[in-house]
Nanobody, 119 residues
């Protein structure tokens, strides 16, 4: 498994931008499928974006506003979520997730970072 350290988040006005980063370290972090989820109070956790060596997926609710990128080296895999034109409905706790592509039981969650969009 890998260990995840998240950074970023905070309070921003509608229309503003934020960047979230998640660094995965441990054994072979570069092979993991990296994802960002979010969960608003009273709502289910939903997938925002994920990326692997083969593809990148962005949820329809944020497509055109959010982008995801990944930077890899031998010891660390960092996935960044760039969020532009933020809306109040983007307010949620955002979680980083890593999953081994061939061993579904090998997964890790970050502690989550709060994103609040409000004027």
């Amino acid at each position: 498994q890998v260990q995840l350290v998240e950074s970023g988040g905070g309070l921003v006005q509608p229309g503003g931008s934020l960047r979230l980063s998640c660094a995965a370290s441990g054994r072979n972090p570069g092979i993991y499928i990296m994802s960002w989820y979010r969960q608003a109070p009273g709502e289910q956790r939903e997938l925002v974006a994920n990326t692997s060596s083969k593809s990148t997926h962005i949820a329809d609710s944020v497509k055109g506003r959010f982008t995801v990128s990944v930077s890899k080296n031998l010891i660390k895999n960092t996935v960044t979520l760039e969020m532009d034109n933020l809306k109040p409905e983007d307010t949620a706790k955002y979680y980083c997730h890593a999953r081994h592509p061939n061993l579904p039981a090998m997964e890790s969650w970050g502690q989550g970072v709060q994103v609040t969009v409000s004027s």
